[in-house]
């Protein structure tokens, strides 16, 4: 008898399968779908906030605009952001130190505060002839405070709607 006859065939083992995965593949497919949900989500949030600051924007470049009408456009822009009691009675100084409360520290001694300034208290006066304010002024001005100023963050937010309480409170 021949021993080679007695052997049998190569028995081939099945095909490993790739499913299923192990459980560090689906932890890491959850954690990338969580931080792709968060990006988008985020992503939205911040287009939102900056959707109204755009608006205000493209307002400005327009022609034929009066330091009214950029001023109103400058307290629209903020009643977007901010609670509209505290910003819709605004008027003269506490408008102007309302607007110079939302720049950054650096920036609240910049010439464009005392542009505003000007605008926002020649806006209250009498007009005269030689008394006239210079409108491509006060649109930079106005351009730099609305990407400057805005939006502001849930902090800043927060800090003024205290402030505005504590005001109030006193009153």
Known sequence: MDPLSQLKDIHLPEQINNYPLAYGWWMLALVIVVISILLVRLWLIKRKLN???????????????????????????????????????????K?????????????QQATFTQVLRQAILHQYQAPSPE????VEKLKNAARQWLTLAL???????SVINDNYHQQEVKQ
């Not at 109204?52 to 009066?66: F, G, N, P, R, V």
């Open 151 to 157: 939006a502001p963050n849930k902090k800043q937010r």
């Open 51 to 93: 959707k109204a600051k755009k608006q205000a924007l493209a307002y400005l470049a327009s022609e034929q605009l009066q330091p009214q009408q950029i001023i109103a456009i400058l307290k629209w822009a903020c009643l977007q952001y901010f609670p509209r009691q505290q910003v819709a009675a605004l008027h003269s100084d």
């Open 131 to 134: 008394d006239t304010c210079d």
């Open 95 to 107: 408008l102007i130190t309302f607007f110079i409360q939302q720049l950054p520290e650096k920036s």
